[in-house]
């Protein structure tokens, strides 16, 4: 059973930054495609920007030129810098594994920016 857990949400101004972290347990992680999805309230959960198992990265128009993910297999860890944040970005964002026709996800970690 993989385990995801988040960590780096928090209150920030408008324009500013936070890094979030996810932390997988278990073997597969350097396997895995890995990503970052928010869900604002009242809304669906969507993407924000994926990673694949060789480093190809992929992201949401709106946070094009924003964000940056990465992942340290070293560490089972992956990272979404977030810059220039704005009230929008204002979401829980969960972190998504997926390897092998299987996909995790871990609980979320709250981002709210104000303005």
């Known amino acids: 059973q993989v385990q995801l857990v988040e960590s780096g949400g928090g209150l920030v101004q408008a324009g500013g930054s936070l890094r979030l972290s996810c932390a997988a347990s278990?073997?597969?992680?350097?396997?895995?495609?890995m990503g970052w999805y928010r869900q604002a309230p009242g809304k669906q959960r969507e993407l924000v920007a994926t990673i694949t198992n060789g480093g190809s990265t992929n992201y949401a128009e709106s946070v094009k030129e924003r964000f940056t993910i990465s992942r340290d297999n070293a560490k089972n860890t992956v990272y979404l810098q977030m810059n220039t944040l704005k009230p929008e970005d204002t979401a829980v964002y969960y972190c998504?594994?997926?390897?092998?026709?299987?996909?995790?996800w871990g609980k979320g970690t709250l981002v709210t920016v104000s303005s």
């Open positions: 998504n594994l997926q390897v092998w026709g299987l996909n995790y």
């Open positions: 278990g073997s597969i992680f350097s396997s895995s495609a």
